[in-house]
């Protein structure tokens, strides 16, 4: 089918801002928008930056606004969208080149929160024993691909780029319910901070542009119950 | 230019090429160890290709049914077709336990058995369950929870640099050079221990598994250096890759009772696997599919059959295949519950790879001779642990062990051996690769020779093969090797130059597939994932061996006289199932 495609474009080298450029051409009916992107790249215009790697919606690399939608490219077919398209960066990161932009200071903040087991008994011979109940506890915050949409996605996190943010409290989430982690005392003195889990007003657009459905803000209101007990 | 004064320089002990399991394991030991450990990894750790590994990762723990580490070896033998190296397998299924429990103990949320121990679930070409698993996302946990311990333990990251070329003079290896993605410029990694972990070859096809990022750089840094490559004909193809697209439906699907039919419906795997049916080895089911597609019998007489879940009902396909009911619907509009999957064999896993010894240490020609500080693990590597044809699960195994073998390895190179020095001119080949696709007069583009190489990759080196159609495939890399030389890119920019990135993967891709094609020509017998219709049989007397190749004054020049390592109580069988 024919689409016509606005994608924001950003050359650091040429270009003072960012700017939309048009692309029109036709593409089979059952294209991602990954697909959209490669048929630009390889055959309209090689200038165009973006990141991808699995295209199988496991790495995180392709997250991006669609039409005003955060998304990964690889698995959202353009049928989702019809013929026109709008194409741009994920918002609150500083853009390195067209679709890419910088994701250090997201990943510099997931180091923050200690994001390992801490254990302090000494190891089994064998595994640790964990139940299924103690493990659905944790199941679904051990999905997040670091795709960083939901950052993209919080207006808390806009305006404050020391708030933690969704996913890094995810992953503290993650940690601090592992029945098997001896560290959640440091672990919450760290989120139960301004800028840290009390910084999410629960406005749930995580939740809403989270790939992997992940219902972020549950698990951050456990954290602020956590947190609260903990300090009494 | 001096070095020493160069702004891009970095020194530091262990240099591990590949955030996936194999360097962050390395890295991991490395780190622990109390020496400076950095990982290069062309894309953020968390998205190495590991992550996208679905069904588990093989050891023999026993928590699911009988096991031993007698019967994963002697599974793996099978499976590899006897050209396996049995000392690597034994080191491997013992080592494979120990693996697993570190990770746990790391804190890899395993999938639980009923009284809280790692649950294992059965996989093609293994004898017990032995799959320890966590959900469908395995790779995903493993590679999370070790990219954590990697920052706990202050590995430096060097996160989307790509290298473009080794620094090894004199067989001693003395760094790499590397190009940074983000802002563009060289680097220059002096190092007393490398590791090559850049994972595997796959995206040499048109049809394949393989994340972007599998364009065997690895590989193809060795044999630019001088160094051969082994076994790189045997390719396994998965035979439940999404039609066209190429993605991998895990045999997960096979595993809870999905058929595979033809277009009459009949589930012709009775033909070929009575026994075992859809869950007989990957090599084989994916040969039984190509056969019914060859005779006419693929859906409506094209070159797909039907992975079918109807059958299993709603419940079922959502609460435990959710991965691939997503798949299905969002890539080819398909609702599994109500119709069945368009599938077709999928490139998938590369037996193939960098010789290396049980330590991990490459080796340059057939007796074993070691460059010095060079090591090799992972997917890239070739031990030989895997043969003619890898079991599922046994190559998250094979990167994880290996890679902290690798990692134990490498520590004691580095306290043994000082900083080499350096060769004159470290930067002059990395330079050269760009200079020559910036200033380029040429009118070709780097696009359109991937797609041809790919195309043709699937169309004549896929699962059947035969001389003439090989004799083709190498005449259309001559060709396109020919046309790479006049490539221009379009992109001249510093930061993020994705054009210039896939210009210097392809000059790789054309590379060692030239060693593939010309393996295939010259291995004149079947075995394991090669197949070839001129040669149905496997011929022990003769091909017992493994292929060596290097390229010599631009030509491939191939050795034999590397033989397989066979154990008096596991002598070559027929391979039945
Ligand atoms: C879809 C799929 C499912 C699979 N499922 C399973 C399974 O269930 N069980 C199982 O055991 N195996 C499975 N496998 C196989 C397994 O995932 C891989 O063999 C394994 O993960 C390889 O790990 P690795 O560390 O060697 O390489 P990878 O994880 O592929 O990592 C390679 C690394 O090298 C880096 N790199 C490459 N080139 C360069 C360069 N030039 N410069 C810098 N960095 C570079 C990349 O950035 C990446 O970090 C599956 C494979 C696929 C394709
Ligand atoms: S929580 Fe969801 S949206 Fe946020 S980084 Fe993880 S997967 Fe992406
Ligand atoms: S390419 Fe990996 S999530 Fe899209």
Redesign the pocket.
Known sequence: MDISIKILRYQPEKDEKPHWQLFKFAIEDEATILDVLNEIHWVHDGTLSYRRSCR?SICGSCAMKVNGRNVLACETPIHRFGTRLKIEPLSGFSIIKDLVVDLEPFFAKLKRIKPYLIVDKPLPDKEFVQSTAELETIGESTLCILCAACSAACPSSWPNQEYLGPAALLKAYRFIFDSRDDGSDERLEIINDKNGVWRCHTIFNCVEACPKKIKITEYLSRLKVKAVENSL | MKIDEARNYHKIDAVI????????RAALEVAKSGLTAAV????Y?T????????????AALANAAEDSPQMHMFDTIKGSDYLADQDIIELFVNEAIKTVYEFEHMGVPFSRTEDGRINQRAFGGHSSPR?CFAQDV??HVL?HTLYEQCLKHNVFFFNE????SLLLENDVARGLV?WDIRAGGLHIFHARAVLL????Y?RAWKVT???H???G??VG?VLEAGLPLEDMEFVQFHPTGLYKHG??L?EAARGEGAYIVNDQGERFMKKYAASKMELAPRDIVSRSEQTEINEGRGIGGKDYVYLDLRHLGKEKILQRLPQIYDLALNYLKVDAVKEPVPIQPTA??SMGGIPANARTEVIKDAKGTVVRGLYT?????CLSLHGANRL????????ATF?RIAGIRMGECCRENAYSDLPAEPLAKAQAKIDRLKQAPGKEKHAPIREELQVNMTKYMGVFRNEGDMGKMKAIIKQLQERYRMVAIDDHGAAFNLDLIEAL?LENLLSFSEVIVEGALARKESRGAHFRTDFPKREDGQWLKHTLAWRRDGKIVLDFSKGVVIFPQYQPQERKY
């Open positions: 199988s | 090429v590949g955030a996936g399991l194999a360097g962050l290069i990894s062309k894309v750790p998205r190495s290709h590991s992550g996208g590994a679905q069904g588990g990762i093989a799959a395995t790779g590679l640099f790509q290298v473009l590397a972990a850049t994972g595997g796959g598994s393989n994340a990022a599998n364009t750089d690895g840094l993605i991998l895990s998938h896993y693990a992972g997917e890239a590597s599922g699960c046994n190559s998250l195994q094979d990167a890679g993967e």
